[in-house]
């Protein structure tokens, strides 16, 4: 199947409207999706897929009216995420931190800065991360510095996870200015936007995750990069207020494990149909065991409330940007927690599932059909659970505030 290549294009697609976008999303996982078990098996990195995202215009999809975007609503990119999901999850995760880093522009860019990066986004150019780091004593510290140095910084540390670099455009690197400290008495932050070819700049493909196999969530090693102060946006401050930022980046993960959901039932309902009944179930079809029958109504259940909570919480986003409160952001951020929980369960619950509905042949390495698990259980692991629950339960219990972070 041939796939458009934005190499061929001078410019970007241009959507009209949110329905063009969603039309556009259906589009591309009708493409992406016919060689996903194959890409995973072979770990063939779907360069191809990700420039026929970008030719798209999809992901220009949050830019701003005044800057020439659609601005579509966070319940619209969600469903764009669970889309591209259903049809390639690693596709799907890839183009995550573009729009995070959006959202970072949207909130504390200058005016200056969000014309010029927007632009590079209406034409086409990709973001990716460098935000994690290995052998700090939490995630959330970073020991990547940015040193002022006359007009300009000097970038240095080492990123891992840096999901998408190795085909993007810019890499958004979230470092620590060197010797600062935020109003909390913490290390203060900022994204610095790089070129990925700028000197000092390398990206490796050392990614080896058992899912998630082709998001090239490798390292990028930072020395001595320059980096011009116009180019370096304030990260600590968007959370000394109510936000969304962590709420979206959040309810779009979600969308990644409720498309893996998804496809997961998808490809066990039609396993269930090719297989031979059990023969104490004295049937002659196999969806006519009442066994399977359960099984598949449990999980259809699982799949259909966690969707249904993801459009929740999209939907608390969207109320939470039109009327930003301290409350308001919290409900987002509850609301997306409790879908991201959701979707979780239903990601691990369908893909495991699927095996049973099968039968013995859906096991067969030749069908890939483990990659639905692998990949649930890689994405699900991006961040616990476990601490979402906590502060769901704190909120019913008790009206707690959740934390403000990225990571709610």
Known sequence: MTIVDSTSATTPGRLTGPEHALTTARELAAQFAPGAADRDARRVLPHEQIRALAASGLLASTVPAEHGGIDVSTETLTEIFRILAEADPSVAQIPHSHFTFLEVLRLQATEAQRSYFYGEVLAGKTFANAQSERGTTTIDRDDTTLTSRSEDYVLDGRKYYSTGALFADWIAVRASFDGAESPAGRPAKAVAFVPRDTPGVTVEDDWDG???????????????????????????????????????????????????????????????????????????????????????????????????????????????????????????????????????????????????LGGTRSASESANRSRHWRDARTHTLHDPTRWKLQHIGRWALSGTLPPRHGLL
């Open 210 to 356: 058992l899912g998630q196999k082709t998001t090239a969530s490798g390292t990028v090693t930072l020395d001595h990069v320059s980096v011009p102060a116009a180019h370096v946006v304030a990260y600590s401050p968007i959370f000394d207020v109510p936000t969304t930022y962590g709420a979206q980046a959040q309810i779009l993960h979600a969308a990644i494990d409720a498309g893996i959901a998804v496809a997961a039932l998808a490809e066990g309902v039609a396993a269930a149909r090719a297989a031979r009944p059990y023969f104490e179930a004295d049937v002659d079809r196999a969806v006519d065991d009442p066994l399977l029958i359960q099984a598949a109504g449990e999980a259809t259940v699982t799949v259909r409330g966690a969707l249904a909570l993801l459009g929740e919480g999209a939907r608390a986003v969207d109320a939470a940007r039109r009327d930003l409160t301290e409350h308001s952001a919290a409900e987002a951020s509850i609301a997306a927690a409790a879908a991201k929980v959701a979707a979780a369960r239903a990601s691990l619950e369908a893909s495991t599932v699927l095996f049973e």
